[in-house]
């Protein structure tokens, strides 16, 4: 379909009971039902003269990460995955289409993240059939029928270019349940003509175009400051562990740097959010989120496992430690969701009174919401 855009398994358990002629045997626990999941690749032409394109992506990553903060369906939060690949810049690999796999689906965001401000452009062919083949093939893509699975391709040269057949490509994302969106950096009309809108209309998505030089609109409100203040504070309610425990804390901190450097598209602000929300886990690498897994065993970790504050404290210090961080980040997220739903209904206010702008954040925003509503998701 043609969008014109101004300015993104249950299992159900079964009781078994098995009876004798004196009683009946005690009925199996029904097994909880699995989180319902959401999984969005993200396609990025790194050609030359798509640097817009780029930043568009990386300052907005959060906010769209934030559209699912609020989403439930059938009355549950759904898990989030998202997948990085660029293509069409000369210096991949000619063999592989001048494609590159960047991150796999993933619930690292911290990893996107930084990716993302890793990316640079360059010259080359854009093969928008190759890499929509190789995302539908390479990635681990769920098999529920009730998963919100969607490839988001952007770009700006023709979408028939390249051996791999673009029609081929969007029918067999289609026959596994994926959506591809197509987004084409430019005007409407040259996106229909070089068969951007082909390509969703094949796979049931919808195509958009955008001015990927323009600055995204931000509408600063009363509560930024403070709540890109309190998603810097969050780091200091996490406890690294284990042999990448640092590393990733380093990572964390190199992530806020690098929002805060996007201020003007609102970047601090929208991470900070999603800092305070459930899918910001670092289980592997936080002591305070893995204490939250069933299955984690904290007086199992080895001493040299924990950080150096910690080696020195009896089992009982630690897990008072760990309660001590986790109620420090409970208050703190609390605030922010706090600040954020006032914002929220400030930024309300003041876009009624501008109309939307075709950057990459609008669309995919408006997309995801509207795709999801199909599968049954609600937003609060």
């Given amino acids: 379909m043609k969008t014109r855009i101004p300015n993104l398994a249950a299992s159900l358990a079964f009781l078994v009971g098995s009876f004798s002629i004196h009683a009946a045997a005690p009925a199996a626990p029904a097994k909880a039902e699995a989180s319902p999941i959401v999984q969005l690749a993200i396609l990025l032409d790194t050609s030359s003269s798509m640097d817009g394109l780029i930043e ?12 699912f903060i609020n989403a439930k369906q059938n009355g549950k939060r759904p898990e989030l995955e998202v997948a990085l690949y660029e293509y069409g810049k000369s210096t991949l690999s000619a063999s592989s289409g001048w494609i590159r796999q960047i991150v796999p689906l993933t619930n690292d965001l911290d990893k996107i993240s930084e990716e993302l401000f890793k ?30 699975k969607a490839i988001f391709i952007a770009g700006n040269e023709p979408f028939t270019q390249g051996p791999v057949n673009y029609a081929a490509s969007c029918k067999a994302a289609i026959l596994k349940g994926i959506i591809v969106n197509t987004i084409h950096c430019g005007d409407e009309a040259t996106g229909v003509n070089t068969k951007w809108q082909d390509g969703a209309l094949l796979a049931e998505g919808k195509y958009m175009f955008i001015d990927h030089n323009q600055a995204v609109v931000h509408f600063e409100a009363p509560q930024d400051k403070e709540i890109a203040r309190l998603g810097v504070e969050l780091n200091k309610t996490y406890i690294a562990f284990g042999k ?5 804390l380093a990572r964390q901190s190199a992530q806020d740097a690098n929002s805060a450097a996007l201020a003007s598209q609102g970047s601090p602000v929208q991470r900070a ?15 305070v989120d893995a204490c939250k897994g069933a299955n984690f065993n904290l007086s199992a970790l080895k001493k040299e496992e924990l950080p150096v ?4 404290m009896t089992e009982a210090e630690r897990k008072a ?24 209904k400030y930024i309300a206010e003041q876009s009624k009174q501008q109309s939307a702008t075709n950057t ?16 049954n998701y609600r937003f609060q």
Wanted: with cysteine; aromatic share 8%.
């Fill in 273 to 287: 959010v999603s800092k305070s929300s459930a899918y910001y886990c670092n289980g592997s690498w936080d002591l």
């Fill in 56 to 67: 568009q992506t990386k300052g907005q990553l959060w906010k769209i990460v934030n559209e």
């Fill in 321 to 344: 430690h760990v309660e001590t961080k986790t109620k420090e980040r409970e208050t703190i997220q609390q605030e922010i969701n706090r600040l954020n739903s006032d914002r929220t």
């Fill in 360 to 375: 990459l954040d609008t669309v995919v925003v408006t997309t995801v919401r509207e795709q999801a509503m199909k599968r």
């Fill in 309 to 312: 504050e910690m080696q020195k």
């Fill in 119 to 148: 990316l640079t452009t360059n010259g080359g062919d854009e093969y928008c059939g190759w890499v929509i083949k190789d995302a539908v093939e390479q990635l681990a893509w769920s098999k529920s029928p009730d998963a919100f």
């Fill in 244 to 248: 990448a425990g640092q590393a990733n």
